[in-house]
Nanobody
């Protein structure tokens, strides 16, 4: 199973970006999907998660500004980021809780996509 993230880049403060992450490979089903981020010198932190049924959860610092969604037919999770701030600068990692068989289940991570917000 591979996760391919895209959509990062350089944006001015107050701007927006839409991140995408597509899962491919031997996938039986996908449970939770989501995004974490890691800034230089800091621990990886939760950004947003979404269950297979569409329930969402957000980190406190992004509530009201970011929106997570998914397209189950495409095995893809999205992150719409609005009102970006310099402190949102980080490498954003997507993940997916994938069932590859009736009895096989693992978390998989994407390679990370850089988001840089200039002031």
């Amino acid at each position: 199973v591979q996760l391919q993230a895209s959509g990062g880049g350089l944006v001015q403060s107050g701007g927006s970006l839409r991140l995408s992450c597509a899962a491919s490979g031997s996938i039986f089903s996908i449970n939770g999907m989501g995004w974490f981020r890691q800034a230089p010198g800091k621990q990886r932190e939760l950004v947003a998660t979404i269950t297979g049924g569409g329930s969402t959860n957000y980190g406190d610092s992004v509530k009201g500004r970011f929106t997570v969604s998914r397209d189950n037919a495409k095995n893809t999770v999205y992150l719409q980021t609005n009102s970006l701030r310099p402190e949102d600068t980080a490498v954003y990692y997507c993940y997916a809780d994938v069932r590859t068989g009736l009895w096989k289940r693992n978390d998989y991570w994407g390679q990370g996509t850089q988001v840089t917000v200039s002031s």
